[in-house]
């Protein structure tokens, strides 16, 4: 399975953009996979979760994101998507969509994540 996604750019604080991450490759290996979500690295830091979204629409999100951000998923395109609104500097980091056989709450806590897209950045200027 290959997840690739797109949707970064520069934007100014309080903009928006809507990345995309589209799953490919064997239907069965994706079928298998219940919670897609994304994470983010700024440089010098970890990976920390954002969202995440179950097959059967449960959301999660990080705190500093909540209320700003909104993840969506479309099964039938194995397809999730995140619209980041009012975006601002501190958001600015490498956005990696993830898949995951396990559950909302494992993908979540970073566990059970069978699949990586490669990164998109996003950057915020003030």
């Known amino acids: 399975v290959q997840l690739q996604a797109s949707g970064g750019g520069l934007v100014q604080a309080g903009g928006s953009l809507r990345l995309s991450c589209v799953a490919s490759g064997d239907i069965s290996s994706i079928d298998a996979l219940d919670a897609m979500g994304w994470y983010r690295q700024a440089p010098g830091k970890q990976r920390d979760m954002v969202a995440a979204?179950?097959?059967?629409?449960?959301?999660d999100y990080a705190a500093p994101v909540k209320g700003r951000f909104t993840i969506s998923r479309d099964n039938a395109k194995n397809s999730v998507y995140l619209q980041m609104n009012s975006l601002k500097p501190e958001d600015t980091a490498v956005y990696y969509c993830?898949?995951?056989?396990?559950?909302?709450?494992?993908?979540?806590?970073?566990?059970?994540?069978?699949?990586w897209g490669k990164g998109t950045q996003v950057t915020v200027s003030s």
């Open positions: 979204i179950s097959s059967g629409g449960y959301t």
């Open positions: 993830a898949a995951s056989s396990g559950t909302i709450l494992t993908i979540s806590k970073g566990r059970i994540i069978d699949y």
